[in-house]
C-alpha cells in the first residue's frame, strides 16, 4: 500500500494535534531566545502536547506555536493564559552586563505577575527556573546534596539574590493561590549558548584557583534542562528538582581535560582583589561569585531519577562542548578582552595587571584622601 501524499499526511497530524483529548496546552514564557526557544521547539514537536502558547517581547521561529508578544510584566499577559494548563516561564534576564537594579525588577516583578496571572486564567501548574546555585557554595556542603537540602546561597553572586527571591515566591504562591501547583527546575552549572560568570572561568588562559579551596564542578546540557523541563510540563515530576549530568569532577580533572593549566592565589588576594575590581567597574563578575570555584554545590537529582529521568551527557561531554564554545574568547576575571588584549597580556599577565590596576587605584584613592 502507498503511503499517503505528503499534504494529505499533514493535515491528519494537524487534525490529531487539535484534538482536545492529546495532552496539556502549555505556555512559555521567554520563548524566542535561549532555553525558552529550544523548549518551544520541543514542546511543539512533541504528539504528547496540545499546543504551545510562545510568550515574548518579540515572535520567535517556531511557526508551530500560537504567539503573543508582550512583556510578562504587563497584567493583560493573565488573558494570553486563558485555556493554558501550564506554564514554564523562562523569562529572565542573568546577564552579566545588566544593570542589577533594573535585572532584579525585570525578573521578581515578571516572575510575580505570572504566577498571579497564571492563577487568575485558572492554569493548575507553573513550572520555573532557577539555578543550584539557590543552595550555596560553601565548604561543608555535602557532595552531593540532598535537593531537601537548606538554601544558603546569599545574593553576593550574579543573580543569585533574584533566584532566592523567585524561590520564596515559588513557595508562597499556592498558599496565595489554592490549587496552584508550581514546580521549581534547579540547573547546574548550564552549557549550550549560555555567557555567565561559570562558563567565563572557562574563557581565562589560567584557571584561577584559591589555595586550600576544594571545587567540584557540576555541569546541565541544556538539552538535559530541556528534558527535564518536558518532564514537569507532562507531570511525572513535581516539587523542587535539581537537573545536572550524574556525579562531578574534581578541580585536578577539570584541568587535566581541559589542558588549561591553574593559578593559584591566597584567598584574602583573589577575593578582594575580585571586589575591589568590581567595585571600579573593571569586571562584571562580584566577588561572590569567587565561591562557587571555590566551594561544592554538587546535586543528587534523585527526584528526576526516581522518575526514570535520566541526563542524555556526562559531565566530561558537557565540559567538551563548553570548551569549543569558548574557544578564541578570552576573559580574565570574568571581563572578556579583545584579541589584542589577551596576546599582549600573555597567559597570567592579564590577571596580574587587573590585580596590579586594583591595588593602584586603592593606593590613588588612599592618596586623595591623605590630601
Known sequence: MSSPDPQVRAARNRSTRSSPARGPVVAVTGAAS????????????????????????????????????????????????????????????????????????????????VLTAAAA?????????TSTMVYGALPDNELPLSEDAELRATAEATGVGDLLEIERLARR?????????????????????TDTALTRYFESPRLLVVAGSRPAWQFCHVDDLCSALEYAVREEVEGELAVGCDGWLEQEEVEELSGIRRMELPSAVALGAAARLHRIGLTPSPAGDLAYTMHPWVVSGSRLHDAGWRPAYTNEQVLAELLEEVAGRHTVVGRRLGRKDATAAGAAGATVALLGAAAVVRRARKARRRI
Open 34 to 113: 535561549g532555553v525558552g526557544a529550544l523548549l518551544t521547539e520541543r514542546l511543539a514537536a512533541s504528539e504528547e502536547i496540545r499546543q504551545v502558547i510562545a510568550i515574548d517581547e518579540r515572535r520567535g521561529d517556531c511557526a508551530e506555536a500560537q504567539w503573543h508578544i508582550l512583556d510578562v510584566r504587563d497584567p493583560a499577559i493573565a488573558e494570553r493564559l486563558r485555556g493554558a494548563d501550564v506554564v514554564v516561564h523562562l523569562a529572565l534576564d542573568l546577564d552579566l552586563e545588566s544593570d542589577a537594579a533594573a535585572r532584579t525588577a525585570y525578573n521578581v516583578r515578571g516572575t510575580q505577575t
Open 121 to 129: 486564567a485558572g492554569v493548575h501548574r507553573v513550572v520555573l527556573c
Open 173 to 193: 504562591a499556592p498558599r496565595a493561590h489554592p490549587g496552584l501547583n508550581v514546580t521549581v527546575v534547579r540547573p547546574a552549572v548550564l552549557v549550550g549558548g
